[in-house]
C-alpha cells in the first residue's frame, strides 16, 4: 500500500507564493523521481516540475524562473515552491511519484489527491 498526500495549495494574490508539498508512505522500496502535473477548467492535464532521485530538475517553460522544485530523499517528500504567481497558474496541482513497492522489481507512477491553486485578486 502506497500513498502520497499533497498539501499546499490555497488562494493567493496575483505576485504571490505559495509552497507544495507530497509525501510518500507505505511499503515504499524507492522512488526515482517525483512532480508535479497541473489542470486548469477546459485543459489538458500538463506537465509542471519534476525532480529525479539525482537531484536533476525538469521545468515546463511557463514556470522557468518563477518555480523550484526541491525534495527530501529521507522523507520521500517534494516541494514546489512558487513564486510570482499569475492567474493563469490557477488549476489542480496533482503531484506524482514514480515507486517501487518492496518485493517488487519495477517503477508505478503514483498520483497524489490533487489541490487547488488559486491566483486572484
Known amino acids: 500500500q502506497v500513498q502520497l498526500v499533497e498539501s499546499g495549495g490555497g488562494l493567493v494574490q496575483p505576485g504571490g507564493s505559495l509552497r507544495l508539498s507530497c509525501s510518500g508512505s507505505?511499503?515504499?522500496?524507492?522512488?526515482?523521481?517525483m512532480g508535479w502535473y497541473r489542470q486548469a477548467p477546459g485543459k489538458e492535464r500538463e506537465l509542471v516540475a519534476s525532480?529525479?532521485?539525482?537531484?536533476?530538475?525538469n521545468y515546463a517553460e511557463y514556470v522557468k524562473g518563477r518555480f523550484t522544485i526541491s525534495k527530501d530523499n529521507a522523507k520521500n517528500t517534494a516541494y514546489l515552491q512558487m513564486n510570482s504567481l499569475k492567474p493563469e497558474d490557477t488549476a489542480v496541482y496533482y503531484c506524482?511519484?514514480?515507486?517501487?513497492?518492496?518485493?517488487?522489481?519495477?517503477?508505478?507512477?503514483?498520483w497524489g489527491q490533487g489541490t487547488q491553486v488559486t491566483v486572484s485578486s
Open positions: 507505505g511499503n515504499i522500496f524507492s522512488i526515482n523521481s
Open positions: 506524482y511519484a514514480n515507486i517501487r513497492v518492496r518485493g517488487y522489481f519495477y517503477y508505478d507512477k503514483y
Open positions: 525532480i529525479t532521485v539525482d537531484g536533476d530538475t
